[in-house]
């Protein structure tokens, strides 16, 4: 266990604080109107945003100061429980339904979404197992099977809800995991094809995603329907140009873009603050990126850079599919972007994850 401590990556702090802050700035702005219609309240999203922001920066500040192996020690425990929510959460009267998924478990704002903690449950528990394992990786039965095994049990648990995104970007950040750690690319290419196939039947049997599929590649098919979404984002992102309209001028947001403030935040950003406003959030998460490569690279000992690989794997994979989605360049999915879109579980797991990556960073040899 890591014991010499120096002082947290401050960049990696800065940054992070930078996007928290960006992001409640435009969960109001994106909100203000719909939450002034719905409940009378303009500041009705802004203000759970921050309360969100707090409880998040509060747990973060906190994991920091653990040692990251707590959580290698502890891993089996917090996955089981994460288990355990997804199955509580699929019991009528337990979960909650919201937007046609049955994905959360509490009362009103106090609600937890369990999907979104089995990521960070997932990742703690591949670290160990792939640090512990890394010599048989190579294995396609010893090695890659069981690293995976785990993971597709949480992702059709999660895909009973349905929550396709959230459980795309698990199955994504653990085969980053068990690409580094040194699997055969041969054993991804035959896994890819039974992947495919996969995808393809999960598609078809909803005829909702297939909507989503035929609408991202012409949704002028249905403009009113599949394809509305994505029409109204990129009618944002398009008249924002350069500069934007400014701050608060968003048109989008007055009931064209249904509930900007969550997946399609991106889009009101574009439109408000334009090329240059949009292209500073994509450098910000780039630098987000290097930082905890640098972290990863650094770390001690092989657990604590499974465990950055991870982090910083969740974060980037979801903002390119968040992004991707938002300027057409992929399906609607319903991924949340991080630190900006309104969510607090999202949130508090995000600003979780970066606690565990600057503890980290505390024993980093750069």
């Not at 910000?284 to 092989?302: K, Q």
Request: some cysteine; overall charge positive.
């Amino acid at each position: 266990m890591p014991t010499k401590r120096t002082t947290p990556d401050f960049i990696l702090l800065i940054v992070t604080f930078t996007l928290l802050a960006v992001g409640l700035i435009m969960v109001y702005s994106a909100s203000a109107v719909w939450a002034e219609y719905k409940f009378d309240d303009s500041f009705f999203f802004a203000k759970r945003q921050t309360l969100f922001a707090g409880v998040g920066t509060a747990a973060m500040f906190f994991i920091m100061n653990i040692n990251y192996w707590t959580w290698r020690e502890w891993s089996k425990v917090i996955l089981i429980t994460c288990f355990v929510l997804l199955i509580l959460v699929l019991i009528p009267g337990v979960g909650n339904v919201r937007n046609g998924s049955r994905s959360w478990i509490g009362v009103g704002a106090f609600s937890i979404q369990p999907s979104e903690f089995m990521k960070l449950a997932m990742i703690a528990f591949l670290a160990k197992f792939l640090s512990e394992r890394q010599k048989l990786i190579t294995s396609f039965r010893q090695g890659l099977v069981p690293s995976l095994g785990l993971a597709f049990i949480a992702f059709a648990l999660i895909m009973l809800q349905p929550d396709l995104g959230t459980g795309t970007v698990m199955i994504g950040t653990c085969v980053v995991m068990i690409f580094i750690a040194g699997a055969r690319v041969g054993h991804f290419a035959f896994l890819g094809l039974i992947g495919v196939a996969g995808f393809v039947g999960l598609v078809a049997s909803a005829p909702y995603r297939m909507k989503r599929i035929t609408s991202f590649l012409d949704p002028w098919q249905d403009p009113l329907g599949s394809g509305f979404q994505i029409i109204q984002s990129l009618y944002a992102i398009g008249p924002g140009g350069l500069f934007g309209l400014g701050l608060g001028e968003s048109r989008q947001k007055f009931f064209y873009l249904p509930e900007p403030q969550t997946d399609f935040i991106f889009a009101i950003l574009s439109e408000e603050l334009g090329f240059i406003g949009g292209s500073f959030i994509i450098l910000l998460f780039a630098l987000l990126l290097w930082r905890g490569i640098r972290i990863a690279l650094g770390a001690p000992d092989l657990y604590g850079s499974f465990l950055a690989v991870g982090i910083i794997s969740m974060v980037a994979i979801q903002v390119m599919i968040n992004i991707g989605v938002v300027t057409g360049l992929m399906p609607v999915t319903g991924i949340t972007l991080p630190f900006l879109s309104y969510g607090g579980s999202s949130l508090t797991l995000m600003l979780m994850a970066i606690g565990v990556l600057l503890n980290i960073s505390r024993y980093s040899r750069y």
